[in-house]
């Protein structure tokens, strides 16, 4: 069991010597992180919910991988970034700057412009694949996380000096919270690190010995919905260090395996949850309220509710098997199967503007479909293999793909 109070951070000082308190979040008090999200919200506005989760040198995936590649007709992406190398297996779009973040196999992480493809910054120090790598919800912060549990944290306003780092054991994701400097984590023996962030303050939603593969914060941002390797299932109160909802496995109202995926809705009261055999669950606040039957058992690779443009509260699952369903949540039916002749697996799924949904692939290409009819509107054509992580500005209608390529793409869409 990790310890509930790691040493603070040797960086935790700004430039100037003088601590940043004044500027942080203490995770203890979920109510301030809570209260602090609203107003700035409320002063400024906020693009979170429309950021959804180069061109340089680097070569390819090893020629002896070509003949298992996807080979594109065209390539339809602005930008290509290539210094990886290696499959990259996560990214993420600084909210106001023309910048990404990504990270991948070669144990690296990159923050470049997304204009010019040119690297502005790399990340030294990781000794495994890089699987996590977000700007924090203001930009002022980057983090980066190995799969060995190795997280560092720069900031991007005082040219990326390093300012907190921490080694928690082999990790499953890290996420940054959408309103405070605060940063989570999930860890391979089930537990949930909450870290205020730089001076590294920590919490510690305590595990089971069952793999934490998912989490997400609720929109009030007090809660984390947790998924476990088993098929257990936790909504815990960052505040109180317990779990409001605890759903142990369960083979009728909830999942007997790995849960691979989970999104939240807008008003904060419905989970949806996916995993590898299939299963599809609902879950409010007080526990399971209904499960959407999918016509195979393929794993359930992604999951989206409550999208944005569409009068009716609908969701989405993507299979491994290639099966796009859009579902009504209020019936708990199945609304439209997606169109695509080849059944290609799906990786990633994302809302886009007017009423679309947009879908990572196992060929690498992406899909863009009509919530409404199901209909495939165009596909995404330049990638080579996998579709690793997705990422979508709303405002500037701008698609970020990591690819198992070892390339990261930009694509202006129509």
């Known amino acids: 069991m990790k310890d509930n109070t790691p040493p603070h951070s040797p960086y935790e000082l700004n430039q100037d010597g003088e601590d940043d308190d004044d500027e942080l979040i203490y995770v203890g008090d979920a109510d301030e992180v809570l209260d602090q999200w609203e107003a700035e919200m409320n002063a400024a506005g906020s693009d979170d919910d429309d950021d959804e989760d180069g061109e340089g ?46 990270g991948g196999e070669d144990d690296r992480a990159f923050v470049w412009n997304t204009t010019t493809g040119e690297r502005v910054f790399e990340v030294t120090g990781h000794s495994d694949s890089v699987i996590a ?16 549990g190795q997280i560092q944290v720069f900031k991007v306003t005082q040219e990326y000096k390093k300012v907190w780092e921490f080694t928690m054991g082999d990790m499953c994701w890290m996420k940054w919270h959408f309103g405070a400097h605060v940063l989570l984590a999930g860890a391979d023996s089930g537990e949930i690190y909450v870290w205020r962030i730089p001076s590294g303050d920590c919490k510690v939603l305590q595990g089971f010995g069952e793999k934490c593969e998912v989490g997400k914060i609720t929109l009030d941002g ?5 998924g476990y390797g088993n098929g257990a299932f936790k909504l815990w109160d960052i505040k109180n260090n317990a779990p409001t909802v605890d759903l142990a496995p369960n083979e009728t109202t909830g999942h007997t ?8 809705d807008r008003d904060g009261q419905l989970i949806i949850t996916g995993s590898e055999n299939g299963k599809v669950v609902l879950i409010a606040p007080s526990g399971p309220v209904g499960t959407l039957q999918a016509a195979s058992e393929a794993s359930v690779e992604a999951v989206l509710i409550d999208s944005p443009d569409f009068e009716v509260k609908v969701a989405a699952t ?8 859009i579902w009504d949540v209020g019936r708990q039916t199945a609304r439209v199967e997606c169109e695509d002749s080849n059944r290609t697996g799906v990786t990633r799924l994302l809302w886009g503007k007017d009423c679309t949904l947009i879908a990572g692939t196992l060929s690498g290409n992406i899909r863009v479909w009509d919530v409404r009819s199901g209909a495939l509107k165009y596909e995404l054509l330049g990638h080579r293999n996998t579709i690793q992580d997705l990422v979508y500005n709303k405002q500037k209608n701008v698609l970020l793909s990591t690819s198992e390529d070892g390339t990261v793409k930009i694509f202006n869409l129509p």
């Open 222 to 226: 007090k809660k984390i919905a947790a």
């Open 57 to 102: 040198a680097g070569g390819m995936a090893d020629d002896e991988d070509d003949e298992l590649e996807n080979v594109p007709e065209r390539d339809d992406a602005a930008v290509t970034f290539t210094l990886h190398g290696a499959p990259v297996f996560s990214a993420s779009l600084h909210p106001t700057e023309d910048l990404a973040v990504s």
């Open 257 to 264: 395996s790995n849960i691979t995926c989970m999104a939240v």
């Open 133 to 148: 790598s977000e700007f924090s919800y203001d930009g002022v912060y980057v983090a980066t996380g190995d799969i060995a």
């Open 318 to 325: 993507g299979t491994v098997n290639g099966q796009v369903t």
